[in-house]
T-cell receptor, first 111, second 114 residues
């Protein structure tokens, strides 16, 4: 079983719409979850962290966590063409500090 | 805004040669990491470093790899005898005490082994 799974996409949404990105993880003991954005040929850029069940909002971004379902999501409101990138879900195991990354979902926001 | 820097941006080397990739973490950060990303694949953890020693390493980080913090600012990854399959982007990351799990990545070094 893969540790962190994401739909590879591409996910295409029109400009101004809400983009919904999903991630599931297998390690039930995981406590810390992160969303990174990666533009083509660039490094991962931290967008959000979430540690507790529920929603966490930061500007146009909302992270949602459901530990019982082992599910994390990222909503991007008012999507812009500049949001077009690959979004990586990263999960910190319940031990240590290293992350397990998902394969990423490629988002395309169409003008 | 403080950021992680890495040099060189691109390194080309011949199989069997040694390479050293350099990173300058964010200045008040205490936890340092190396990740790699083979083209088209996911980001993979290599090693974490804290208090001048390795705190964790993955199965990828075998005896060919080593890390060092030679001074108060640099953090290096050495690959002793490069193989073709070492070709990848290598990312350095760091995190601080205020949010030890929030890792900030450098721009990466593209390593090409020929």
């Amino acid at each position: 079983q893969k540790e962190v799974e994401q739909n590879s996409g591409p996910l295409s949404v029109p400009e101004g719409a809400i983009a919904s990105l999903n991630c599931t993880y297998s390690d039930r003991g995981s406590q810390s979850f992160f969303w990174y954005r990666q533009y083509s040929g660039k490094s991962p850029e931290l967008i959000m962290s979430i540690y507790s069940n529920g929603d966490k909002e930061d500007g146009r971004f909302t992270a949602q966590l459901n530990k019982a379902s082992q599910y994390v999501s990222l909503l991007i409101r008012d999507s812009q063409p500049s949001d077009s990138a690959t979004y990586l879900c990263a999960v910190k195991r319940d031990y240590g500090q290293n992350f397990v990354f998902g394969p990423g979902t490629r988002l395309s926001v169409l003008p | 805004e403080p950021e992680v820097t890495q040099t060189p941006s691109h390194q080309v080397t011949q199989m069997g040669q040694e390479v050293i990739l350099r990173c300058v973490p964010i200045s008040n950060h205490l936890y340092f990491y190396w990740y790699r990303q083979i083209l088209g694949q996911k980001v993979e953890f290599l090693v974490s470093f804290y208090n001048n020693e390795i705190s964790e390493k993955s199965e990828i980080f075998d005896d060919q790899f080593s890390v060092e913090r030679p001074d108060g600012s640099n953090f290096t990854l050495k690959i002793r005898s490069t193989k073709l399959e070492d070709s990848a982007m290598y990312f350095c990351a760091s995190s601080g005490l205020a949010a030890i799990y929030e890792q900030y990545f450098g721009p990466g070094t593209r390593l090409t082994v020929t």
